[in-house]
């Protein structure tokens, strides 16, 4: 792990994709960084495809690809749903959240408090379901763990904690996204900040954090941003186009 005051990245000739997480990364609860979107469109026109894998839905990460004028696939819900437009490609879904859905229901009877219904976007959720009582979710998955429930996966990403089949992950998901390109996993660049990154690291040739909260992701990163959250997306942005 490389930890520097300035992001130091190897040859970027050796990449062809970056991959963002979104939610802690690209963006926090006062929205884009100032310099985001043009420095997002410049590498992605003139380096590197830019591509999305987030915990949110289809529906909330599409206008967010759009804002940012980037050209790569989105990988939304944990990887549970691929969709690269820019080629033309159908939706594909891995997975079916009524289990997940069922569980959450389940654990608002041994949680008090607890609220199945869980974030506004399960409206439109249809692979896994997200809770909002993330401090929580240890305790929702040592219940799960002795439950008709146990195969599930509960994975907190700060934001929301998601309930899901745990052969959905955005490492399977991007493994998926990247095949219709025809990209080799050894060729992206992944950056992320929280648990549910993890997996997509462990695929990327190059993993870069955001954060350095959690121990997990701490030693699944090659390299460390001097920034954090926002911040260090910008930093990295700017690191790839000085390259």
């Not at 690209?26 to 469109?41: K, M, Q, S, T, W």
């Not at 009524?98 to 506004?120: C, N, V």
Request: proline share 2%; glycine share 6%; net charge negative.
């Amino acid at each position: 792990m490389i930890r520097s005051d300035m992001v130091e990245l190897p040859d970027i000739r050796e990449f062809d994709m970056l991959v963002f997480d979104v939610d802690g990364t690209l963006l926090d609860f006062e929205g884009f960084h100032d310099e985001l979107v043009y420095l997002a469109r410049k590498v992605d026109s003139e380096i590197m495809t830019i591509s999305l894998a987030s915990g949110r839905t289809l529906p909330n990460v599409t206008p967010i690809k759009q804002s940012l004028g980037i050209s790569g696939f989105i990988v939304a819900e944990n990887g549970g749903i691929i969709w690269d437009s820019d080629q033309g490609r159908d939706i594909i879904s891995l997975s079916n959240g009524m289990r997940a859905k069922e569980a959450a229901k389940w654990l608002s009877t041994k949680i008090d408090g607890l609220d199945p219904s869980g974030i506004e976007s399960n409206l439109w959720r249809t692979t896994e379901w997200c809770l909002k009582e993330t401090q929580h979710w240890e305790e929702m998955r040592d219940i799960l763990s002795d439950s008709e429930w146990n195969d599930l996966d509960v994975v907190s990403t700060g934001f929301a904690v998601h309930i899901a089949d745990p052969i959905i992950n955005k490492r399977k998901g991007l493994e998926v996204a990247l095949k219709q390109r025809n990209i080799s996993s050894r060729r992206i660049i992944a950056c992320g900040d929280a648990n549910n990154d993890v997996p997509m690291f462990n695929l990327a040739g190059l993993a870069i954090a955001v954060s350095d909260e959690s121990e997990e992701v701490i030693n699944s990163a090659d390299i460390i941003t001097n920034n954090r959250g926002k911040n260090g997306a910008v930093e990295l942005l700017k690191a790839i186009l000085d390259n």
